[in-house]
């Protein structure tokens, strides 16, 4: 029996007997985890931009001891360049423990969950949305990649 390819490839279609709750219910899952993964894009962002600019200070203590200002270059030197962002933790640390505490408990239950109702098949609200909404037949709304309709 030929293999279908006017729809989505196999690891895309709903497993027989996977209800339309089910599969809506995985869509939310996978959602909400797309936007934990937009959340720790900003936290690296964070991570990163705090360190440049911790290393910005060098500079602007140096240019203050330049200028005459020993008083506001020692307070910045001391006070400020390579504080804690966080009470006992710099961005890295906080990356570390999002990383392998939050972000790591919901990715691993993302999989349990696709894994146990649909074999781990991913995207399955999405295919079926994209089999809804294109256009069969028409350049540019192809089923998949150098597939038929």
């Keep these: 029996m030929g293999q279908r390819t006017d729809g989505p490839d196999e690891r895309h279609q709903?497993?027989?007997g996977v209800s339309d709750a089910t599969v809506a219910a995985l869509g939310k899952l996978s959602e909400a985890l797309?936007?934990?993964e937009r959340a720790r894009g900003h936290l690296y962002s964070m991570h990163q931009l705090i360190g440049h600019a911790d290393l910005m200070l060098d500079d602007a203590v140096e240019g203050f001891r330049a200028a005459g200002h020993p008083h506001l270059a020692d307070r910045i030197a001391t006070e400020l360049r390579g504080r804690n962002v966080i009470a006992g933790r710099w961005t890295?640390?906080?990356v570390e423990d999002f990383d392998d505490g939050y972000h790591a408990v919901f990715?691993?239950?993302d999989q349990q969950a696709r894994d146990e109702l649909v074999g781990g098949r991913r995207?399955?609200?999405e295919a079926?949305?994209?089999e809804r909404r294109r256009s069969r037949g028409r350049p540019g709304h192809e089923a998949r990649p150098g597939g038929g309709d």
Excluded: N, T
């Design 34 to 36: 797309e936007c934990v």
């Design 128 to 130: 079926e949305m994209k």
């Design 107 to 109: 990715r691993d239950l």
């Design 14 to 16: 709903r497993p027989d």
């Design 92 to 94: 890295f640390q906080i």
């Design 123 to 125: 995207h399955l609200y």
